[in-house]
């Protein structure tokens, strides 16, 4: 919803709304969501200039961690916004949380996602060799009895034709079936 805006254009929305400016005409002008400029407005009556300050600092969030806050919204009826601003999280975070835990349960959050890549497993590695080994031998075998199945059909190709040269040498027709 909204777009990165200046330390200058943050600050200087916020001494509008102070000053008394409508909130709904700086969402226009600014194109960001009154969310954004209430967040704003409250980062600066509690930290002054340093709370409009850009700053993304990422930490590990414990899963039991995680299912506390989702309790909270939950269970004790708090609002998301009170729960993320004082967990210091995304609100994004949390409504993705909470949205697993009303799926799948809150033991939903204890799951352990990898990402990336899967490491390679040497015994699968060997396991597939051996796999591939059980495969050629099947192949070969396949290839052995096709090749058998081939001589036998030329062989009764070449009977047919015999039989068809000899009936027609006698003045017979053979039938078709």
Known sequence: MSSFHSLKERLETVLKVKSGVPIVQLCKDLHTGRDQ?????????????????RHKTYRQI????????????????????????????????????VRIVRNRGYSALYEVKRRGRKPKDMKQQKQEKYDS?????????????????NALLKKAKALMEEEESRLRGSGRKSSKH
């Open 133 to 149: 080994k059980a495969e050629l031998e099947r192949l070969q075998a396949e290839n052995l009895r096709l090749r058998a199945e």
């Open 37 to 53: 400029i209430l967040e704003w407005v409250r980062r600066y009556d509690e930290q002054g200039e340093a709370g409009l300050v």
């Open 62 to 97: 414990s899963c039991a961690e995680k299912e506390h806050l989702v309790r909270l919204y939950l269970e004790k009826d708090l609002s998301l916004r009170e729960i993320y601003t004082s967990a210091d999280i995304s609100r994004t975070n949390l409504e993705t949380w």
